[in-house]
Every structure is written in C-alpha cells, then in structure tokens.
T-cell receptor, first 114, second 113 residues
Framework: EPEVTQTPSHQVTQMGQEVILRCVPI?????FYWYRQILGQKVEFLVS????????KSEIFDDQFSVERPDGSNFTLKIRSTKLEDSAMYFC????????????FGPGTRLTVL | KQEVTQIPAALSVPEGENLVLNCSFT??????LQWFRQDPGKGLTSLLL?????REQTSGRLNASLDKSSGRSTLYIAASQPGDSATYLCAVTPPGSARQLTFGSGTQLTVLP
C-alpha cells in the first residue's frame, strides 16, 4: 500500500543552524502539507502546497520556514535558523485532491534543537 | 477561529467493551472531518473520513458519525481489543480551497486485557 515517507526519523541540531526535513508523498497525490506537534500539544498546521506553490500557511510559518518540491518526488521543509522552540515532531502529509481529500501522514521527523 | 475539542482526554476500558469517543467543533462550516489514530512516538494513521454531506462512515469495528449542525462527531469502537490502545484524534477542514486540518487534542484510549 502506498505511504508517505520521511527522512530523517530524528534530527538533532544546534540553535541557529539550518535544517532540511524531507518527505516523499504518495505518488499520485497533488496536495502536500507540513504539520508539527510539540510534545504534549495538538498537531498544528504549518503549510499546504499545490501546483508548485504555497496555497495556505499558518501564523507559525514565518520567514524562517520555506518549502520546496525540488523534483517530481520529494517535498522539503527548510528551517533557516532553528530556535529551541522549533523542537517538535514534524509530519508531512499528502492528499489526492478532488472531492474526497483524505490526508495521509508520514511517520514524522523528530527535530531536537539544542 | 475553528476550535476542536475531544472529551474525554483519557479513557480506560476492559477488553470487549464497546465505546464512544467524542469530538466537537465550534464552526459548523466544515468540508470534512477525519479521525486518526496515533501510537506513541509515531505518525498519524487515517481511520475514517466523513464529508460534510454524510452522516456516518464505517470501517470494520469503527463507525464515525457527524452532526454538522450541532458541531459534533463520535467515533464508536465495537468489541474493543488491547491493540486498539492509542490516542485518537479528530480533525476538520474548512470549506473552499483551503484544506488544512485543525486537530483536537485527542483521547488516549487504553484497553485492558
């Protein structure tokens, strides 16, 4: 069964460093998303991406964040200068689009900022 | 701003019991509602999606209902098993082109053998 994959599973970085989180969405899906979950808190929407551009973004998704689909399969989230409060589980999701639009999530990348 | 609430926050039941998890949302203008399961330290597994025009969806031992006008959804789990132990999350999407999910904080379910 097709699934969303994410790499790495765990990333440790120093405050101020740049990190890139990678995702491979399900191949025939058209919509891509990033969410994050700070430990003990709700899952929060960051950004959605369709047709090679951002379609929606939340207040969390400030200038430190960017997304890219560098090729036909990968979808990346870049955090330019990490802060301690960026420590969270980051989930990538994708959906087919159209009427049903069920979102399928990857296993997540745990980001720890020291 | 849409707010999603799930009650109870935690639930512990003996194996074999039928149970109901509740989800409420403040803005009834939703496109669809999705129920997920999250195991500790893991990703989210989609269980059921209900479109705003539907009243319920079933998958195996799971049945989800939606009452959009009252801003409520329930997830019914029949004949619970220890393997059902997980956190169950509900999430809604707004109407229109925006498709971001707004999540509740989840119900942590423990099924005791």
């Amino acid at each position: 069964e097709p699934e969303v994959t994410q790499t790495p599973s765990h990333q440790v970085t120093q405050m101020g460093q740049e990190v890139i989180l990678r995702c491979v969405p399900i191949s025939n899906h058209l919509y891509f998303y990033w969410y994050r979950q700070i430990l003990g808190q709700k899952v929060e929407f960051l950004v959605s991406f369709y047709n090679n551009e951002i379609s929606e973004k939340s207040e969390i998704f400030d200038d430190q964040f960017s997304v890219e689909r560098p090729d036909g399969s990968n979808f990346t989230l870049k955090i330019r200068s990490t802060k301690l409060e960026d420590s969270a589980m980051y989930f990538c999701a994708s959906s087919e689009g159209g009427g049903l639009d069920e979102q399928f999530f990857g296993p997540g990348t745990r980001l720890t900022v020291l | 701003k849409q707010e999603v609430t799930q009650i109870p926050a935690a639930l512990s039941v003996p194996e074999g019991e039928n149970l109901v998890l509740n989800c409420s949302f403040t803005d009834s203008a939703i496109y669809n509602l999705q129920w997920f399961r999250q195991d500790p330290g893991k990703g989210l597994t989609s269980l059921l999606l209900i479109q705003s025009s539907q009243r319920e969806q079933t998958s195996g031992r799971l049945n989800a209902s939606l009452d959009k006008s009252s801003g409520r959804s329930t997830l019914y789990i029949a004949a619970s098993q220890p393997g059902d132990s997980a956190t169950y999350l509900c999430a809604v999407t707004p109407p229109g082109s925006a498709r971001q999910l707004t999540f509740g904080s989840g119900t942590q379910l423990t099924v005791l053998p």
